[in-house]
């Protein structure tokens, strides 16, 4: 029986993570860090600078290389499918290393928001026992970015995808609204004249990119932005708010 801790750490800053996430760093025996191809390689290196910033001596490492989803039968089965799939990664990798008591992975942002992590972790066999370190999420990352409230005064926001966004349209009765995991930018799909958009890519990283103001105005500038960056970089992590406009 081992222990395995689900580390949020923020949107790749290694100053996000927290006292908390540190010190769970620092006791792991063993942290599992997923292979994307090389054009994400840059995802695994945060994670190395990571673990080497907060521990001098740093424990064992093992990667395992991401499976390809497929979406023949549906987007959820496919994301089903996938996750079995990345169940049995990380079962092999840890079974390399029968000796180890606490295994740790490092989840971007934080593992209970839109992270399929303690999803994949449920799917392990045996069971291990599960502990969850919180993280800075993507949306408190963008506002604070662009130094605004998320909500309303007294009023509640919506948090979706851009799949739900693109096929379901605007959240009934919403006036603000968070979008993550959005690789086409569906704000397209709506009415750009009827919203305001604050969008960010690599929130809290050197590489920090803010975009604000009338969705209308702004919309082709973040369609070049976001290409050209992940043609720059190999991979781009971005998120947006989008709000009812009020002219």
């Given at each position: 029986?081992y222990?395995?801790t ?5 949107t790749?800053n290694?100053d996000?993570v927290?006292?908390?996430?540190v ?7 063993l942290?599992l860090?997923p292979?994307?191809?090389e ?7 945060v994670?190395?600078?990571i673990?080497a ?12 290389d991401i ?8 987007y959820l089965q496919g994301?089903?499918?996938?996750h079995?799939?990345i169940?049995l990664r990380?079962?092999?990798?840890i079974?390399?290393?029968p ?7 490092l989840?971007?942002?934080d593992?209970?928001?839109y992270d ?5 972790a449920?799917?392990?066999h045996?069971q291990?026992?599960?502990r969850v370190i919180?993280?800075?999420?993507a ?13 309303d005064i007294g009023?509640?926001y ?20 968070a979008v993550m ?7 397209q ?5 009827g919203?305001?958009i604050?969008?960010g890519a ?9 975009i604000?103001?009338p ?14 960056a992940r043609a720059?970089h190999?991979?781009?992590m971005?998120i947006?708010?989008l ?5």
């Open positions: 029986m222990e395995l689900l580390i949020g750490i923020g790749g290694p996000h927290t006292l908390q996430g010190q769970a760093i620092r006791e792991a025996d942290i860090i292979r994307k191809g054009s994400k390689a840059d995802l695994a290196g994670r190395e600078e673990i910033k907060a521990c001098e001596t740093p424990p064992q490492i093992a990667y395992f499976p390809t989803r497929h979406s023949d039968e549906g994301v089903d499918d996938w079995d799939a169940a990380w079962q092999a990798a079974a390399e290393y000796d180890v008591t606490k295994v740790a992975l989840i971007w942002g593992p209970s928001l399929s992590s303690l999803r994949i449920a799917r392990l045996p291990p026992r599960k919180p993280g800075i999420t949306p408190q990352a963008l506002t604070a970015a662009h130094a605004i409230p998320i909500n009023a509640p919506v948090v979706t995808t851009g799949r739900r966004l693109r096929d379901e349209g605007w959240p009934a009765n919403a006036t603000k609204v995991l959005d690789g086409e930018c569906s704000f799909s709506l009415d750009m004249a919203y305001d604050w969008w690599y929130v809290g990283m050197k590489e920090e990119i803010l604000h103001g969705l209308i105005d702004v919309a082709q500038q973040i369609l070049d932005t976001r290409a050209k720059d190999g991979w781009i971005d947006y708010l709000q009812k406009s009020t002219r």
